[in-house]
């Protein structure tokens, strides 16, 4: 404070004090003291649970006279001796990034996570006993990969990979569009590479591929994508609220029954338990209009909308059933179309017929999973150890029918909060049988 702010303060409190004693002087109109009993509890987004530890201030708007005090272990807080009148409250209660993620249930990249409650010009009146107060923070959390479902199921009695899924989860506190988010798969060598054009490990060295930029970590800073498909939309046509997950299918139909195929023959499954039902999915990808020559399951569920096909992998949206996939889900403002892209680092002249991968910058990405086949047979990772630290695996492998599935953190009333530490071996389990929509137990 200046040191003419400060006089400015002095005299403005003197000259309330002032005219408090001349009210009590002529017997005028009494200020009463009011006794105060405070609740502060989180919003329903946290189960409108009691907050302790919040600060609590109530500043007298004509005297600027403060009272406060800080919320007891279940939320409440005494304030004796208020005088009535007109008071802006603030509540607030910071957490610092472990204190937040041990109460939230995700992990957060800023230093401190504020939760607020505040009220301007409220009256406070000896009628005034108790009032409750709702801390309410901005979003925390954000989407996560929550099931990946790549292995497929039985060749002979299941449905083949035709079946495959991936499940996104609003793991925040408030609603989600994924309009115009990107799913997309990374591309890496699936077994370990060895000479120029190679990283130690085994992996694409990006860096050598023809054209790359050499002032930038191609490896660590950049994705380079094997599929993408985007969400349709365009701002709020698809909402995805706090607690719930949207299913994006190879093929939104129910596997566990025969349907008609593309070609007009019946495609069917012998034991429809190895198999799930994605009738009710909330997209699907359908290449058949494309051209080409998609899966004869590649049919087109008029229910369910399609994604954008911006850069198509195989006969449908395949997944790599023995598990040598990455999966990530982005954000760009710039369309992706006009990303640059690069040939693998193993080829040595582009020609009209070379493959060109688009590169992801990393820092785009929401959240990113590392699937491998399993333990003891892995192939070069694809994630940069900033996205994923680790990996995840189902047991049974190809055609088991088992998928990865994240793990429950917290849960706050109805709303799950799913682990997401970027660390998949910690965060993910599996599920027997797919499960769409479903929660490990
Ligand atoms: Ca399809
Ligand atoms: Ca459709």
Not at 3 to 11: G, I, P, Q
Not at 75 to 83: C, D, I, S
Not at 256 to 263: D, E, I, R
Request: hydrophobic share 35%; proline share 5%.
């Amino acid at each position: 404070m200046t040191k003419n702010n400060y006089l400015k303060t002095l005299v403005w409190i003197a000259l309330a004090v002032v005219g408090f004693s001349c009210e009590d002087k002529e017997d005028g109109p009494r200020v009463q003291p009011v006794d105060l009993s405070l609740h502060v509890v989180y919003s329903s987004d946290f189960n409108g649970q009691s907050a302790d530890g919040v600060n609590v201030t109530l500043t007298n708007v004509t005297s600027q006279q403060v009272y406060d005090g800080i919320t007891d272990a279940s939320g409440q807080l005494l304030l004796e001796g208020v005088p009535s009148g007109t008071y802006d409250i603030i509540a607030r209660k910071s957490y610092t990034a472990s204190e937040f993620e041990a109460f939230a249930g995700v992990s957060t990249d800023q230093e401190e996570v504020v939760f607020n409650a505040s009220q301007s010009g409220f009256a406070i009146t000896t009628a005034t006993s108790a009032m409750t107060l709702t801390l309410e923070s901005g979003r925390v959390g954000d989407l996560v990969i929550k099931q990946v479902y790549n292995s497929g199921s039985d060749r002979v009695e299941g449905a083949l990979f035709r079946d495959q899924f991936v499940e996104i989860y609003n793991n925040s506190n408030d609603t989600i569009y994924v309009d115009g988010l990107y799913v997309m798969g990374a591309l890496g060598k699936t077994s370990e590479g060895t000479g120029a054009g190679y990283l130690s490990n085994g992996q694409y060295d990006w860096a050598q591929s023809i054209g790359m930029a050499a002032t930038d970590d191609a490896n660590e800073n950049y994705l380079y994508a094997k599929w993408i498909y985007q969400f349709p939309g365009t701002g709020e046509d698809y909402p995805v609220y706090p607690g719930k997950s949207i299913i994006v299918a190879q093929t939104a139909v129910n596997h566990k029954a025969p349907f008609t195929g593309n070609k007009g023959e019946a495609v069917t499954v012998i034991n429809p338990d190895l198999t799930v039902d994605l009738s009710g999915a909330d997209f699907e990808v359908y290449l058949a209009e494309d051209g080409g020559s998609p899966l004869e399951s590649d049919i087109n569920n008029p229910d369910v909308p399609n994604m954008n096909n911006i850069f198509s992998f195989g006969r449908d949206f395949i997944l790599d059933n023995p598990g040598r996939e990455a999966v990530a889900i982005f954000r760009s403002e710039t369309d992706v179309l006009s990303f640059p892209a690069y040939a693998t680092p193993n080829v040595t002249e582009i020609k009209s017929t070379t493959k060109l991968y688009f590169q992801i910058p990393a820092d785009l990405i929401l959240d990113a999973v590392e699937i491998q086949p399993s333990p003891t047979n892995q192939v070069p990772r694809k994630l940069a150890t900033s996205l994923d630290a680790t990996y995840t695996y189902v047991p049974g492998g190809s055609y088991s029918s088992q998928s990865v599935i994240r793990k429950t953190s917290k849960t706050f009333g109805d709303r799950v909060v799913l682990m997401d530490t970027n660390n998949s071996e910690a965060d993910f389990g599996y599920f027997e049988v797919a499960n769409p929509r479903g929660f490990l137990q």
